[in-house]
């Protein structure tokens, strides 16, 4: 259950950063890297606090969660395969502070 809220939450995340914005794909937003992405790595870190044992697995949800909305918005072009390795590569920090989170509020849990 906690891994399709994750996803939900994700996905309503970049669909909303796209109508916002005005991009098709959510990278492509004039403040991805200053706003937009800092608050999905917060998202991240919220969503392995909220999984605990799995808590890696928050941040590469989240972060896959863009590629529907590319692949509603662009369609399943030759860039798609590019578009995945970029989400791979964005995943990597978020995985790192999901599951950062998750070993903190294990830790609190346990004290």
Not at 71 to 98: K, W
């Amino acid at each position: 259950m906690k891994f399709i809220l994750a996803g939900a939450v994700g996905l309503v995340f970049w669909v909303g950063v796209s109508l916002l914005s005005g991009a098709r794909e959510p990278w492509d937003a004039a403040q991805f890297w200053s706003v937009i992405y800092p608050a999905a790595l917060v998202l991240a870190a919220v969503s392995g606090a909220m999984f605990q044992r799995a808590s890696v697995s928050a941040g590469a949800i989240v972060m896959a969660a863009q590629l529907p909305v590319v692949m509603a918005s662009s369609g399943a072009s030759p860039l798609l395969a590019a578009g995945v390795v970029y989400v791979v590569i964005l995943s990597i920090p978020a995985m790192a502070l999901s599951w950062l989170a998750g070993w903190v509020w294990r830790r609190r849990r346990n004290a």
